[in-house]
């Protein structure tokens, strides 16, 4: 089994930044990915970014691209998402999400609000 623990939401102003941390404890080494999806209010759950806990290849939605920045500390078993520029289309509550393959994501976490403000 793995947790997953997510902190770093909060308020920011229109074009501000935020760092979400989600710390993974448990079984680590059995995990191939970690992700960021988020959800806003009356919409479905969306991928954002992912990014492979051996190598390192990142992947990202096109309306992250360019603006946020996945990365992650294999030492201390944390995965970061760097937000910049944020719009108030990003306001949602963001997930943090581990996976045991390429194609399935197994553990998820509880989620940290973010809030953009105008």
């Known amino acids: 089994q793995v947790q997953l623990a997510e902190s770093g939401g909060g308020l920011v102003q229109v074009g501000g930044s935020l760092k979400l941390s989600c710390v993974a404890s448990?079984?680590?080494?059995?995990?191939?990915?970690m992700g960021w999806f988020r959800q806003a209010p009356g919409k479905m759950r969306e991928f954002v970014a992912r990014i492979f806990w051996g190598g390192g290849n990142t992947a990202y939605a096109d309306f992250v691209k360019g603006r946020f920045t996945i990365f992650k500390d294999n030492v201390e078993n944390t995965v970061y998402l760097q937000m910049n520029s944020l719009k108030p289309e990003d306001a949602a509550v963001y997930y943090c999400a581990a996976g045991r393959t390429l194609t399935s994501y197994n553990y998820w976490g509880q989620g940290t609000q973010v809030t953009v403000s105008s």
């Open positions: 448990g079984n680590t080494s059995s995990l191939y990915k």
